[in-house]
C-alpha cells in the first residue's frame, strides 16, 4: 500500500511540475490596412520568428483568413472509397489500395479548399504511403509520407498501421535535406498561407520543407487566389501573381481588434486566444502616418484584461528584424533572454523586471512587476493533511471488508 501512495504522490508531482514548465503560447496578429498591411505583417513575422529564437514562448502568427468558402464536410463518397481502401489493405491488395484511396484523396483536395479540416486527407495520405511501402516503391512511400508531415507533425496511428509504418514515418521525419524554395511575385501586396498556416507578406524567397503545399493568397479588397503546389528538393517553384479586385472584405475581428488596441483588452481579443487556443496575444497597430518605406507602430501584448507590454517602434526600408529587435530587448544575462519593460525604478537586488509571466521562470510569476517564486501546492501544510486524510480513508476502506469474517462463523464445542 506504501509503495502505491508513494507512487502516486510521485506521479502527481510529474504532471504538475511538466503543466508548471509548459511555454506560454502567444499570437501575434498584425493589424495593418491598405499600405500597411505589408509592413506591419513583416514586423509581426519578425516578431514571431525573434520570440521562437528565444524560447521563451511558442508564438503563433495569425490573421483571419480573408473569407474563405463555407467548410464543407468530407461527402460519404470519399468515405465509402476509404473504407474500401482499408478493407483491400488488410487484405494485401496495395494496387486496389492506392487507386480508391487516390481517389478520395482528390475529393478531400477539393474540400481542403473550402476550408474542411484536414484529417481525413491526412489518413488518405498515411494510407497510400503504407500501400507504396509495402509494394516496394519507396520514393512514392516517401513522398506521400512527406506530403502528410508537413500538413501534421504526428505519425500515423498505432491502431491502424504497424510498427514498418511507423518506422517510415520516423525516416521521413529525421530528413532534414530534405528543402527547397519558393520565389513569390504577388501585385498588390498581400499575404500568403502554406497549409492554413500563415507565411508573412507574399513577397521574396522563402525556403520550406520539399513537398505538396496548399497556398493561399489574400488582401482585403481582392479575390482570394489558391493554388496546390508541389515544390521540389534542391529547387526553387516561381509563384507570380495578380491580385484581381473583389468582393472580399476585412474580417471584422480586425476592425475590433484596432479599437481594443487604443483602449484595453476585451472580448474580441479573448475570443480570439480561444480560437487560436493561446495564452497572450500580440497585437501589431500601425498608425495613421504608416507608409510602406516608414511605418510608425504599436504593440500591445496582453495576458487578460490589461495591456502588460505597451511599445512604440518604427519599420524603416523593410528591415523588419531590426525593428523586431529594438521592440524585444534581450538582457546580456546567461539566462534566457527575456523582455525589458520600460525604464523605471530599478528592480531589487537579485531579482528580475518583468511585464508578462512568460518572462519569468517557469516557478515564477510576474507580480507588481517583479519575477517573484510561486510557492508550489506541495509546500502548503493543508495539501499533506488532505493527502494523510485520504489515506486513512482509503486504507480503512480496504481494511474493515479484510478483517470481517467472509461466511458464516461454526463454532465446535
Excluded at 483536395?109 to 495520405?125: F, N, S, V
Excluded at 524567397?205 to 503545399?213: C, D, P, S
Excluded at 479575390?223 to 491580385?243: F, I, K, M, N, S
Excluded at 507588481?368 to 480513508?393: D, E, R, Y
Aim: contains cysteine.
Amino acid at each position: 500500500m506504501k509503495q502505491r501512495i508513494a507512487i502516486a504522490a510521485l506521479f502527481g508531482l510529474f504532471i504538475w511540475g511538466g503543466a508548471a514548465s509548459a511555454k506560454p503560447k502567444v499570437a501575434v496578429v498584425p493589424l495593418g490596412r491598405g499600405e500597411a498591411l505589408v509592413p506591419s505583417a513583416d514586423l509581426a513575422r519578425a516578431l514571431a520568428a525573434r520570440l521562437k529564437t528565444q524560447g521563451k514562448v511558442e508564438p503563433k502568427l495569425v490573421y483571419p483568413l480573408p473569407m474563405p468558402l463555407p467548410p464543407t464536410r468530407s461527402s460519404r463518397k470519399a468515405k465509402q472509397l476509404m473504407k474500401k481502401a482499408f478493407d483491400g489493405f488488410q487484405m494485401l491488395e496495395f494496387t486496389k489500395v492506392r487507386k480508391l484511396a487516390r481517389k478520395a484523396m482528390k475529393i478531400y483536395k477539393r474540400e481542403l479548399k473550402a476550408g474542411a479540416p484536414p484529417d481525413a486527407y491526412i489518413q488518405a495520405l498515411h494510407l497510400v504511403a503504407a500501400a507504396e511501402h509495402f509494394d516496394g516503391r519507396e520514393s512514392e512511400a516517401f513522398k506521400r509520407m512527406n506530403d502528410a508531415l508537413i500538413w501534421r507533425r504526428r505519425p500515423p496511428p498505432k491502431a491502424k498501421f504497424n510498427p514498418a509504418v511507423q518506422a517510415l514515418y520516423a525516416k521521413v521525419a529525421g530528413e532534414q535535406q530534405h528543402r527547397g524554395k519558393l520565389k513569390l511575385q504577388i501585385t498588390p501586396g498581400a499575404l500568403f498561407w502554406l497549409n492554413r498556416r500563415l507565411q508573412g507578406p507574399a513577397r521574396g524567397t522563402l525556403e520550406v520543407r520539399a513537398g505538396l503545399y496548399l497556398m493561399r493568397i489574400g488582401r482585403p479588397g481582392y479575390a482570394t487566389w489558391h493554388l496546390w503546389l508541389r515544390v521540389r528538393p534542391g529547387q526553387t517553384r516561381e509563384v507570380a501573381v495578380e491580385l484581381k479586385k473583389g468582393p472580399v472584405p476585412e474580417d471584422p475581428k480586425l476592425t475590433k481588434l484596432r479599437l481594443e488596441a487604443n483602449s484595453v483588452p476585451g472580448s474580441t481579443s479573448a475570443t480570439l486566444a480561444t480560437d487560436q487556443e493561446v495564452d497572450e496575444v500580440l497585437l501589431v497597430k500601425p498608425e495613421d502616418s504608416c507608409s510602406p518605406a516608414t511605418c510608425p507602430m504599436r504593440l500591445r501584448w496582453a495576458r487578460g484584461k490589461s495591456w502588460k507590454l505597451r511599445k512604440r517602434v518604427v519599420y524603416v526600408d523593410a528591415k523588419a528584424e531590426q525593428a523586431a529587435r529594438q521592440a524585444l530587448i534581450v538582457l546580456k544575462r546567461k539566462t534566457q533572454p527575456s523582455l525589458v519593460p520600460s525604464p523605471g525604478d530599478a528592480a531589487p537586488k537579485g531579482s528580475r523586471r518583468c511585464m508578462l509571466d512568460s518572462q519569468c521562470y517557469y516557478n515564477e510569476r510576474c507580480k507588481s512587476g517583479i519575477c517573484q517564486k510561486v510557492t508550489p501546492i506541495t509546500s502548503k501544510w493543508w495539501f499533506w493533511t488532505l493527502i494523510g486524510v485520504g489515506v486513512a480513508g482509503v486504507a480503512t476502506a480496504i481494511a474493515v471488508p479484510l478483517a470481517a469474517p467472509s461466511g458464516p462463523v461454526i463454532e465446535v464445542r
